[in-house]
């Protein structure tokens, strides 16, 4: 009797857990993400986004735990650094800290902005990697008149987070179809529609994009490539190792029966 009732335990365990993730996929839905260029290795793309980054996302949100000084990784010496990146009179040891009054932030946004030292590693999620959200979300913004900031996004509706990138960009609007499902009018989203230009072609500021959210994903972990290249370097003296371990074995025991 108690095998039966345990057995009953796990399985009303296992329908529970098959619900919820039945729950969970239901709700996934949304604009699909875009796939994000991951240029980690590209030191071109790295300081561009580099200094999108120190332009337009250092003044409000914060890289607590990224230094001036390990941005000589992607190839800028502590020169360019100091030059064209340091924007107050700190030292190039200090953390990339943001311009903003936190207090001042939250009474105007309503929040503080948060940190972005692994935002692209924290964003991830059934639609991609975090680099593909900031990559789609830094692309999907468009006019709102209704909204405080005058913007809304795709991606995360009602953000409280201006554009602050569409000086670049230029002014949009998502245009939809009205097609008929089931029944029930659906509205689907079909492209865009420019307002005003900005001051990037179209291609132009995807590629900028990409380059800041290659920036955000390197800065989530500055080392990634170095361990990938080590992890390579680990996994084939493991094969050679293990073939050796192989032979002497055959070797130590080839006269037992």
Known sequence: MKTMGFAKKIILGLIMTFGLTLGVQANVGG????????????MAALQNGAKLFVNYCLNCHSAAFMRYNRLQDIGLTQAQIRDNLLVTNGKIGETMKAAIDPHQAKAWFGAN??????IARSRAGAGGSGADYLYTYMRTFYRDTDKPTGWNNLVFPNVAMPHVL????????PVYEEITEHGHAVHVFKGWEQLKPGTMTPLQYDQAVGDLV???QWMGEPAQNTR??????????LGVFTFFAWRLNAAYWKDIK
């Open 31 to 42: 604009m699909a993400w875009d796939k994000a260029p991951n240029a980690t290795n590209d």
């Open 228 to 237: 990938v290249r080590v992890g390579v370097w680990v996994l084939l003296f």
């Open 214 to 216: 290659s920036y955000l």
């Open 113 to 118: 902005p948060p940190d972005l030292s692994v």
């Open 166 to 173: 569409w000086e670049l960009q230029g002014e949009r609007r």
